[in-house]
């Protein structure tokens, strides 16, 4: 069982998935929540907060079962799991903190096997069924079917970020916004021009490539201006944390609005 990229349409002609990620909710139901909800895929984000990769495996057992695009997030091109987040199932691994082709190419060693990388061979892979297939349709179906996306958050990886999307293996570039805007001495401005011109950048890059461009982390007001009309095809929208605190407390708001309203002669 695979899934394809996201066709690319023209930038400013764009009409792309929007996910959800999740930072503490590991459990198998919180796929299929997403999914009921309307989003096209979920991000497991094992950078931030306790989500490990346990919890991985299953929620990617659950999309692969249901057909729904789960994506893994590492903590960066070193860590021990860029590898086994495909070996688990996920649909692709997105990779943090890289900042340099030399990353770039650390992380493609670690996900394309040979000739293009280094990865070692796996047993039987749940994206497979468990199915013990021969060495060389392993690698060959596992190779059509695995999105590696390295993220861009630095000045660093902003310099570079050409050489980055031209790396053999790299499939997508996605921003992490706030971190991207910090590493360029934007803390907290993302709606600064400057902020623009580097999303711009790395859009331009990706898709002169051959690269989808993503993002996650824009404030709603921002997604035409950064997103949709640089051509993104991933656009993380928010994650669970922030959706039930600004969720809840929007409906705690109105519900005391109803209530002095009630009591108020």
Do not use: W
């Amino acid at each position: 069982m695979t899934f394809a990229a996201s066709k690319r349409p023209e930038p400013g002609v764009v009409s792309p998935d929007y996910g959800l990620a999740f930072c503490l909710f590991g459990r198998a139901e919180a796929v299929l929540l997403a999914r009921g909800a309307g989003f096209s895929f979920v991000v497991v984000d094992m950078e931030h907060g306790p989500l490990g990769i346990s919890e991985l495996g299953q929620m990617a057992a659950a999309g692969l079962a249901s057909r729904f695009p789960v994506y893994g997030r590492v903590t960066g091109p070193g860590s021990p799991d860029v590898a086994r987040v495909l070996d688990c199932g996920a649909t692709g691994v997105i990779v943090p903190h890289v900042d340099s082709v030399e990353d770039a190419r650390r992380v493609v060693r670690a996900c394309r096997f040979q000739p293009t990388g280094a990865r070692a061979l796996p047993g039987p892979l749940p994206a497979f069924e468990y199915h013990a297939l021969r060495a060389e349709e392993l690698c060959d179906r596992s190779e059509t079917s695995t999105q590696v996306i390295a993220m861009i958050e630095s000045a660093a990886g902003l310099d570079a970020v050409e050489e980055i999307a031209a790396t053999p293996g790299i499939d997508g570039l996605m921003i992490g916004s706030n971190d991207l805007a910090d590493g360029i001495g934007l803390r907290g401005q993302l709606h600064h021009p400057d902020f623009l011109s580097a999303c711009a950048r790395i859009s331009t890059a990706a898709l002169a490539n051959g690269c989808t461009y993503g993002i996650m982390g824009l404030p709603r007001d921002l997604v035409r201006s950064h997103a949709l009309d640089l051509g993104a095809t991933l656009v993380v929208a928010t994650n669970e944390t922030n959706l039930v605190a600004e969720g809840g407390a929007l409906l705690l708001d109105g519900l005391r609005r109803e209530t002095v309203s009630r009591v108020t002669p």
